[in-house]
């Protein structure tokens, strides 16, 4: 399980999983440092088939990038 959400005055992306043995963490992206468009928004969705080994991110980003990103985990 994942969320997903923009941080901070800098609207960097962030995730947090969870795992049985930790709980609720900070994900990778955090480190990915992605900032988006101040007006963007975003949204996650997984394989058709349940599985959870990837996870698409869709994104704005920066520089009035029209274009919608996709970040695959």
Same mark, same amino acid.
């Given at each position: 399980?994942?969320?997903?959400?923009i941080?901070?005055?800098?609207?960097?992306l962030?995730?947090?999983? *969870?795992?049985?043995?930790?709980g609720?963490?900070? #994900?990778?992206? /955090?480190? %990915?440092?992605i !900032?988006?468009d101040?007006?963007s928004?975003?949204?996650?969705?997984?394989?058709?088939?349940?599985s *959870?080994?990837?996870i698409h991110?869709?994104y704005? #980003?920066?520089c /009035?990038? %029209?274009?919608? !990103?996709e970040l695959?985990?």
């Amino acid at each position: 399980m994942a969320i997903y959400y923009i941080d901070g005055p800098l609207n960097v992306l962030h995730e947090y999983t *969870y795992t049985s043995k930790g709980g609720w963490v900070l #994900g990778y992206l /955090h480190t %990915l440092n992605i !900032k988006l468009d101040p007006t963007s928004s975003i949204t996650a969705a997984h394989n058709c088939d349940g599985s *959870y080994k990837h996870i698409h991110v869709f994104y704005q #980003g920066r520089c /009035h990038d %029209l274009l919608h !990103k996709e970040l695959i985990k």
